[in-house]
């Protein structure tokens, strides 16, 4: 997969996706279908975990949207991070080294474009949260680490992201969240994937779905 959610708790360094692959927790996970959404329920390391992904009728958007509660009579902190693997063309082999990554601090957003491509060249695509990410990075390799692998990230085994945006090599799109939940509370995040025809599009979108409301 291009896309995978991954959740850290924060004070045992546990790693696991809410999704049944690429880092399954070793609990049963409940996924259910319907008509523009899936939805995968877990209960895993003290949080019951709800994820439902969803497009919306209108704008070209995506939407990933966590729901966590704290099973524990304690304190809890955990990070959510959202990897993404860019394309803008046929394949990611063909486009990786052209694609020309940015961070929008006003709407704390990655957002790339590919201006080699005939048809995408003004398309700017981007991954928003509904909160300030705690760290982002646009390095592949950064993320991964030597080999590749999605079942177990290198940064996700360090603290933080670098923060770094870089051109001309192997990209992707990561934003880490911070989620501080009390003793048997529940909290909300999601991420938002979208496209956008030029930045008066991009500010559009970005405005509207930073909107909790209209998630919901």
């Given at each position: 997969?291009?896309?995978?959610?991954?959740?850290?708790?924060?004070?045992?360094?546990?790693?696991?996706?809410?999704?049944?692959?690429?880092?399954?927790?070793?609990?049963?996970?409940?996924?259910?279908?319907?008509?523009?959404?899936?939805?995968?329920?877990?209960?895993?390391?003290?949080?019951?975990?709800?994820?439902?992904?969803?497009?919306?009728?209108?704008?070209?958007?995506?939407?990933?949207?966590?729901?966590?509660t704290d099973s524990l009579t304690e304190n809890r902190?955990?990070?959510?991070?959202?990897?993404?693997?860019?394309?803008?063309?046929?394949?990611?082999?063909?486009?990786?080294?052209?694609?020309?990554?940015?961070?929008?601090?006003?709407?704390?957003?990655?957002?790339?474009?590919?201006?080699?491509?005939?048809?995408?060249?003004?398309?700017?695509?981007?991954?928003?949260?509904?909160?300030?990410?705690?760290?982002?990075?646009?390095?592949?390799?950064?993320?991964?680490?030597?080999?590749?692998?999605?079942?177990?990230?290198?940064?996700?085994h360090r603290i933080g992201l670098s923060n770094n945006?870089?051109?001309?090599?192997?990209?992707?799109?990561?934003?880490?969240?911070?989620?501080?939940?009390p003793a048997g509370g529940n909290g909300d995040v999601?991420?938002?994937?979208?496209?956008?025809?030029?930045?008066?599009?991009?500010?559009?979108?970005?405005?509207?779905?930073?909107?909790?409301?209209?998630?919901?």
């Amino acid at each position: 997969s291009g896309e995978v959610l991954y959740l850290r708790d924060e004070e045992t360094g546990d790693i696991w996706t809410p999704t049944p692959q690429p880092s399954p927790a070793p609990r049963a996970y409940r996924v259910r279908h319907g008509a523009g959404y899936s939805v995968f329920e877990s209960e895993s390391h003290g949080l019951q975990q709800e994820m439902t992904v969803f497009a919306s009728p209108e704008p070209p958007v995506k939407i990933i949207h966590l729901n966590t509660t704290d099973s524990l009579t304690e304190n809890r902190r955990f990070t959510a991070t959202y990897y993404l693997e860019w394309v803008l063309g046929l394949t990611r082999e063909d486009t990786n080294t052209t694609l020309i990554p940015e961070y929008n601090p006003q709407y704390s957003m990655l957002q790339v474009r590919n201006p080699y491509h005939p048809e995408l060249g003004k398309q700017i695509v981007f991954l928003m949260a509904n909160r300030a990410p705690h760290g982002f990075t646009t390095d592949r390799m950064e993320f991964l680490g030597s080999g590749g692998s999605i079942a177990d990230p290198a940064a996700l085994h360090r603290i933080g992201l670098s923060n770094n945006i870089s051109v001309g090599i192997d990209s992707c799109a990561v934003l880490q969240l911070h989620i501080d939940l009390p003793a048997g509370g529940n909290g909300d995040v999601y991420f938002v994937v979208g496209e956008a025809k030029n930045e008066e599009h991009l500010a559009s979108l970005a405005e509207k779905y930073r909107d909790p409301s209209t998630v919901a």
